[in-house]
């Protein structure tokens, strides 16, 4: 017991240090001065939420050229969208000013035609789930790495959730036994749908933002990956970010991001 909450301790304090870094690099959190909204209580029906990029402008600190200037982008209640492009167009940067984690230069996004500001971006933030390429996994059992200290995910939403993944054998086959910190004991594929499983106990999350989900996959995992996907984001609005051209075909539409800004719909 010793060990584990020294363990707790030596990664809360890398945690802080990595804020901490971040902070100083000027990329301050949209409403990180306002207090952590409370959680949606668990029985809330998610509803597909509209997006709308309205004369985007972004540019990277210490850059002086732009990543995104005047770029305007809707999106429908429950569309399946997909964000095309090389690296370094911005892709996941969009992802990420989507979700506050990041100011933009000018512009604005609005969630459901309401702009994410400082003062609602908590909120607004309780009605996403974000799902990344590298997600962190924390020493302890599957269950809590769900739950994430979420009073309101019951035990059957958890159940619900692991299913939805396709990880509740695995879960079964663990039993009471802690995964290792960053996921040790777990593979790629079935750390991954952890996070979907994080994401699917999120019942008031109408939008799903997912960044390149099925990179470094096999095949046959990504393909099982995009699946649980696509049935996590039923009735609900979903952007991924992808160089997965399977995974891209799947979706409602596809919009490809290159100097230009081009939009792609087919």
């Known amino acids: 017991m010793l060990?584990?909450?020294?363990?707790?301790?030596?990664?809360g304090e890398a945690a802080l240090s990595a804020l901490d870094k971040l902070a100083e690099d000027g990329l301050?959190?949209?409403g990180s001065e306002q207090a952590a909204a409370l959680p949606a209580a668990a029985s809330t029906k998610a509803h597909p939420v509209s997006v709308e990029f309205r004369d985007l402008g972004f540019v990277h600190h210490g850059s002086r050229d732009p990543v995104f200037e005047g770029f305007n982008l809707s999106i429908a209640p429950g569309e399946h969208v997909a964000l095309l492009g090389p690296s370094g167009s911005g892709k996941s940067t969009l992802?990420?000013?989507l979700a506050g984690l990041a100011e933009t230069r000018h512009g604005r996004i609005l969630i459901d035609d309401t702009t994410l500001d400082d003062a609602n971006a908590a909120q607004i933030r309780t009605r996403m789930a974000w799902i990344g390429q590298n997600p962190h996994l924390f020493a302890g059992s599957i269950a809590g790495n769900i739950r994430l200290h979420r009073n309101d995910v019951s035990r059957d939403a958890v159940a619900d959730a692991l299913r939805l993944a396709a990880l509740d054998h695995?879960?079964?086959?663990?039993?009471n036994a802690m995964i290792g910190e960053n996921g040790a004991?777990?593979?790629?594929?079935?750390?991954?749908?952890l996070t979907l499983a994080r994401a699917a106990a999120n019942r008031s999350a109408g939008l799903i933002i997912a960044d390149e989900p099925t990179a470094h996959l096999d095949h046959?995992?990504?393909?099982?990956?995009?699946?649980?996907?696509?049935?996590?984001?039923?009735?609900?609005?979903?952007?991924?970010?992808?160089?997965?051209p399977r995974l891209a075909e799947r979706m409602d539409r596809v919009i490809c991001l290159n100097e230009d800004f081009r939009e792609i719909v087919r």
């Open 170 to 175: 695995v879960a079964e086959a663990h039993g």
């Open 185 to 193: 004991g777990l593979s790629g594929g079935e750390a991954l749908r």
């Open 3 to 11: 060990s584990s909450v020294w363990h707790d301790r030596a990664s």
């Open 95 to 97: 992802l990420a000013l």
């Open 28 to 30: 301050p959190m949209v």
């Open 220 to 244: 046959r995992t990504a393909s099982d990956i995009t699946e649980a996907l696509l049935t996590l984001a039923s009735g609900r609005t979903l952007i991924v970010a992808t160089h997965d």
